[in-house]
């Protein structure tokens, strides 16, 4: 492994809460996301703001923050 143990990027944990269900996924070191969208089942998006929402101005929870 090349990489030193301080150099490792991890996948983050997301919620991004909807009304009719929230979404759960995970955000890869290369930006892209796996998600489970609620009805529908896993899709994919190659950034966290292509990621389809029914919000209009949808807010992404990440695993490794406070929530309020």
């Not at 030193?4 to 991890?10: G, K, L, V």
């Not at 997301?14 to 009719?20: E, R, Y």
């Not at 919000?55 to 990440?62: L, T």
């Amino acid at each position: 492994m090349s990489e030193h143990p301080d150099q490792i990027r991890y996948a983050r944990r997301f919620t991004i809460p909807q009304p009719d269900g929230d979404i759960h996924g995970v955000q890869f070191p290369s930006g892209l996301c796996l998600y489970d969208q609620p009805g529908i089942g896993l899709e994919a998006a190659t950034s966290i703001n292509h990621v389809h929402t029914t919000s209009p101005d949808p807010v992404v929870h990440w695993a490794d923050e406070e929530q309020p």
